[in-house]
């Protein structure tokens, strides 16, 4: 402080000018002139002559000698007097930049930011949110606090999720990358995929925005990231609609994609991968799929029949391969009847197509029957309503009261057997006493069952029945309802 005390003395005699006139002569590098005008307003403490004093006092600039801890004296001294943001903003700038002789502390630094901030500088606001990272660690609770309070910074926020350093559920981490994403920040690709592929639920909502996240990330064509990409998907169960749309832009990634999941592990486990994937798959990914898998879909109706069952669907529904949906249908229903291949059996030899399966009627009759009785055995509803369409002619009183009791239950298929009945024969219904279709005669004759058709209309507008069903609700809607 004795230099203070010498230019003390030195303004004694000094003449006070004007702020600006010191801090013009700060610029002009007059740094003798600058001192004497502006220490009588720096003791007082005005901020911008407190500045000037110091910048001379740490560097020695002009005639003065360098005296570092006497002006960060006189200027904390003075900053805790003022109400303005100034000092404090010029403290947090020493501390921070490592000049001047002032040792780098960035504890420090953010230390008088925050007074600043407090003190009403957009500055310092800026400072403290840029110096939070680099202070207690990018990714840290106090950095996260931060990234939350202010805006365009999505990304940070879903990693900060990520990392369990601020609370979150999987889709907010999901609602921020995505939307980075659409703000064209930094985002991480493989992690949008990746939260898909661990909850189906947000895959189903969010399907479209993954898919798309993955397209771009294959268009760039970067092994690097492909092969990280890859590292991330084998993790999870096979996927068939990320399968598909690694197909249309990385054929060989996706061959190696599904072949690494269907080659590994347990028979039961890639039974419920590969049944998962047809389910998902376009009808061209389904058929290569299925053509890649055939040792597995030979083994899983031992081993999975549930699964097998839904491979059974596939393979009528969506590929259209009937003989080789009742092969599969028939094992798995020699397995366990009571997942419903039993009646899928049924259902493609009554179907519309069963004669390109090769097999004459007496056996598609006889083969359907013994499918359909194993299934009701086993508590397959629609193998009894199958049971119905095949036994009704011989026995009708046996036959009306088993379908009677699952119609009672709502059981669609079965209310469209009874309005059928209605149609067909009115002795069959008046059987059905509990169940309230009334025949009335049109003009014709015809027995009309209004009820029937209002059962019929609602089925065929729910889309929920069975193909065989359905096929009955369309051929007696056209032939006896009214429109």
Same mark, same amino acid.
């Given at each position: 402080?004795?230099?203070?005390?010498?230019?003390?003395?030195?303004?004694?005699?000094?003449?006070?000018?004007?702020?600006?006139?010191?801090?013009?002569?700060?610029?002009?590098?007059?740094?003798?002139?600058?001192?004497?005008?502006?220490?009588?307003?720096?003791?007082?403490?005005?901020?911008?002559?407190?500045?000037?004093?110091?910048?001379?006092?740490?560097?020695?600039?002009?005639?003065?000698?360098?005296?570092?801890?006497?002006?960060?004296?006189?200027?904390?001294?003075?900053?805790?007097?003022?109400?303005?943001?100034?000092?404090?903003?010029?403290?947090?700038?020493?501390?921070?930049?490592?000049?001047?002789?002032?040792?780098?502390?960035?504890?420090?630094?953010?230390?008088?930011?925050?007074?600043?901030?407090?003190?009403?500088?957009?500055?310092?606001?800026?400072?403290?949110?840029?110096?939070?990272?680099?202070?207690?660690?990018?990714?840290?609770?106090?950095?996260?606090?931060?990234?939350?309070?202010?805006?365009?910074?999505?990304?940070?926020?879903?990693?900060?999720?990520?990392?369990?350093?601020?609370?979150?559920?999987?889709?907010?981490?999901?609602?921020?990358?995505?939307?980075?994403?659409?703000?064209?920040?930094?985002?991480?690709?493989?992690?949008?995929?990746?939260?898909?592929?661990?909850?189906?639920?947000?895959?189903?909502?969010?399907?479209?925005?993954?898919?798309?996240?993955?397209?771009?990330?294959?268009?760039?064509?970067?092994?690097?990231?492909?092969?990280?990409?890859?590292?991330?998907?084998?993790?999870?169960?096979?996927?068939?609609?990320?399968?598909?749309?690694?197909?249309?832009?990385?054929?060989?990634?996706?061959?190696?994609?599904?072949?690494?999941?269907?080659?590994?592990?347990?028979?039961?486990?890639?039974?419920?991968?590969?049944?998962?994937? !047809?389910?998902?798959? $376009? +009808?061209? @990914?389904?058929? /290569?799929?299925?053509? #890649?898998?055939? %040792?597995?879909?030979?083994?899983?109706?031992?081993?999975?029949?549930?699964?097998?069952?839904?491979?059974?669907?596939?393979?009528?529904?969506?590929?259209?391969?009937?003989?080789?949906?009742?092969?599969?249908?028939?094992?798995?229903?020699?397995?366990?009847?009571?997942?419903?291949?039993?009646?899928?059996?049924?259902?493609?030899?009554?179907?519309?197509?069963?004669?390109?399966?090769?097999?004459?009627?007496?056996?598609?009759?006889?083969?359907?029957?013994?499918?359909?009785?194993?299934?009701?055995?086993?508590?397959?509803?629609?193998?009894?309503?199958? !049971?119905?369409?095949? $036994? +009704?002619? @011989?026995?009708? /009183?046996?036959?009306? #009261?088993?379908? %009677?009791?699952?119609?009672?239950?709502?059981?669609?298929?079965?209310?469209?057997?009874?309005?059928?009945?209605?149609?067909?024969?009115?002795?069959?219904?008046?059987?059905?006493?509990?169940?309230?279709?009334?025949?009335?005669?049109?003009?014709?004759?015809?027995?009309?069952?209004?009820?029937?058709?209002?059962?019929?209309?609602?089925?065929?507008?729910?889309?929920?029945?069975?193909?065989?069903?359905?096929?009955?609700?369309?051929?007696?809607?056209?032939?006896?309802?009214?429109?």
């Amino acid at each position: 402080m004795r230099n203070l005390a010498i230019y003390l003395f030195l303004l004694a005699v000094t003449t006070a000018s004007s702020w600006a006139s010191f801090e013009n002569e700060f610029e002009s590098k007059n740094y003798d002139k600058a001192l004497r005008l502006s220490y009588a307003e720096a003791l007082s403490g005005e901020p911008a002559a407190t500045i000037i004093v110091a910048k001379i006092l740490i560097s020695g600039l002009g005639s003065a000698e360098a005296d570092l801890e006497g002006a960060l004296d006189l200027v904390k001294k003075n900053e805790q007097k003022s109400k303005q943001p100034r000092l404090a903003n010029f403290l947090g700038s020493l501390f921070e930049n490592n000049q001047n002789g002032v040792r780098a502390d960035i504890g420090q630094a953010m230390k008088y930011y925050r007074i600043a901030e407090k003190k009403g500088s957009t500055r310092a606001k800026g400072k403290v949110t840029e110096l939070v990272p680099k202070y207690y660690g990018k990714f840290s609770a106090e950095a996260c606090k931060i990234y939350f309070s202010v805006a365009d910074s999505d990304a940070l926020k879903a990693e900060c999720i990520r990392r369990s350093k601020i609370e979150g559920t999987p889709e907010q981490e999901l609602q921020y990358w995505l939307k980075a994403e659409e703000n064209d920040q930094t985002i991480d690709d493989i992690r949008i995929i990746e939260i898909g592929l661990n909850d189906s639920e947000l895959f189903s909502r969010y399907e479209y925005d993954i898919r798309t996240t993955l397209a771009n990330l294959l268009k760039r064509e970067q092994p690097s990231m492909e092969k990280a990409l890859f590292k991330t998907l084998r993790k999870y169960p096979l996927n068939g609609k990320i399968l598909s749309t690694l197909d249309k832009y990385n054929e060989e990634l996706a061959n190696e994609y599904s072949m690494s999941k269907l080659q590994s592990g347990k028979t039961v486990d890639r039974c419920l991968e590969l049944a998962a994937a !047809l389910d998902g798959a $376009t +009808v061209s @990914e389904a058929q /290569k799929l299925v053509a #890649q898998s055939n %040792e597995i879909i030979n083994d899983c109706p031992a081993q999975d029949a549930k699964a097998a069952y839904t491979i059974a669907q596939t393979l009528q529904r969506k590929l259209g391969q009937s003989s080789e949906a009742l092969k599969l249908s028939q094992e798995i229903c020699d397995e366990d009847a009571s997942v419903g291949a039993c009646s899928l059996g049924a259902q493609i030899l009554m179907g519309r197509n069963s004669q390109f399966l090769g097999i004459s009627e007496d056996q598609k009759e006889m083969q359907a029957l013994n499918l359909v009785k194993k299934g009701k055995l086993s508590g397959d509803k629609l193998a009894k309503v199958y !049971l119905f369409d095949l $036994t +009704v002619d @011989e026995t009708p /009183k046996a036959a009306i #009261q088993e379908i %009677e009791t699952l119609a009672k239950e709502g059981y669609p298929a079965a209310e469209v057997r009874v309005a059928e009945a209605c149609f067909k024969d009115a002795n069959i219904v008046e059987t059905m006493v509990k169940l309230p279709f009334k025949i009335m005669t049109d003009v014709l004759g015809r027995n009309f069952c209004e009820e029937s058709c209002q059962v019929l209309a609602r089925h065929n507008a729910s889309g929920t029945l069975d193909s065989i069903s359905s096929r009955k609700v369309n051929v007696f809607s056209k032939q006896h309802c009214r429109n």
